[in-house]
């Protein structure tokens, strides 16, 4: 299915999280898939820094976290890694496929 080492961790942990994430969740997830397989606009950047900060009082809910950390993994991961993650994922969940077109 994956690779070895960190990143086949990184990735079962992430297929693991998609499976349990509401639909609105997954599309979210989908929508920075996206993003992160064409590269942030200077847009997103901005937009990016500007969300860094938190509500009074609140911190960041789980989910947020682990977008977070998908795109931090997911910028680490080489070309191939990349590629045998996207397979899996959309072999799974044709959900996925269907918006990477």
Known sequence: MFG???????????TSWFANWSCQQRQQFISTLVTETAGPSEEDL????GSLGLAENDGPQMFACQ???VTSWWRRWAPEERRQFLQS?????????EQLR
């Not at 070895?4 to 992430?14: D, F, I, S, V």
């Not at 901005?46 to 820094?49: D, I, R, S, V």
């Open 4 to 14: 070895g080492g960190k990143a086949r961790t990184e990735q079962l942990c992430l």
């Open 46 to 49: 901005l937009l990016g820094l």
């Open 67 to 69: 977008l977070k950390m």
């Open 89 to 97: 994922l959309c072999a799974s969940w044709l959900e996925v496929e």
